[in-house]
T-cell receptor
Framework: QQQVKQSPQSLIVQKGGIPIINCAYE??????FPWYQQFPGKGPALLIA?????SEKKEGRFTISFNKSAKQFSLHIMDSQPGDSATYFC???????????FGTGTRLKVLA | ETGVTQSPTHLIKTRGQQVTLRCSSQSGHNTVSWYQQALGQGPQFIFQYYREEENGRGNFPPRFSGLQFPNYSSELNVNALELDDSALYLC???????????FGEGSRLTVL
């Protein structure tokens, strides 16, 4: 019940495409859902986060869609660029804790 | 504003040895968490420190221990190293009550 399932494992898109990464969870106590971007040899960097009282959030080219009833959320990257090539992790946490449960990651490659 | 800094960046140890990893929190942050990231996996929560006390722990054995100092910097100690301890160890800091978690670049530990 503590898992966050992430898919796909890897994704290749052309420049300008809109990659979509999906995550699903079971624990209804989760109330904070961040997305992180990680480049090889670097630590994860916070991209955008959402709470379950909101169905969509946009920050620049990154959009999170949230479906509370389905217990699913997804990351969309608009107008993707080769510089977006990285591994993306979804995560979830329960209020009052910094114990994030991370997904297994999606390796994105954007072709020039 | 200084981000989260970790040292050393890379180190190699042999099985049975002990290791200490260090972390300086981002300026203004008073909570620190440690995560273990195995190759190709998402980060896994080890423990969290607030006000110099452990305040939450993941599924890691007692040979993983930590400290937080009055200046909010932190150490992760691992005793009796095993081959499976080879991973990227990530420190993350935050301000109590604020959900965003900011990661350092990590310390890459290799156990031979």
């Amino acid at each position: 019940q503590q898992q966050v399932k992430q898919s796909p494992q890897s994704l290749i898109v052309q420049k300008g495409g809109i990659p979509i990464i999906n995550c699903a969870y079971e624990n209804t106590a989760f109330d904070y859902f961040p997305w992180y971007q990680q480049f090889p040899g670097k630590g994860p960097a916070l991209l955008i986060a959402i709470r379950p009282d909101v169905s969509e959030k946009k920050e620049g080219r990154f959009t999170i869609s949230f479906n509370k009833s389905a217990k699913q959320f997804s990351l969309h990257i608009m107008d993707s660029q080769p510089g977006d090539s990285a591994t993306y992790f979804c995560a979830a946490s329960v209020s009052g804790t910094y114990k994030y449960i991370f997904g297994t990651g999606t390796r994105l490659k954007v072709l020039a | 504003e200084t981000g989260v800094t970790q040292s050393p960046t890379h180190l190699i140890k042999t099985r049975g040895q002990q290791v200490t990893l260090r972390c300086s929190s981002q300026s203004g942050h008073n909570t620190v968490s440690w995560y273990q990231q195995a190759l190709g996996q998402g980060p896994q929560f080890i423990f969290q420190y607030y006000r110099e006390e452990e305040n939450g722990r993941g599924n890691f054995p007692p040979r993983f221990s930590g400290l937080q100092f009055p200046n909010y910097s932190s150490e992760l100690n691992v005793n009796a190293l095993e081959l499976d301890d080879s991973a990227l160890y990530l420190c993350a800091s935050s301000f109590s009550g604020v959900r965003e978690l900011f990661f350092g670049e990590g310390s890459r530990l290799t156990v031979l």
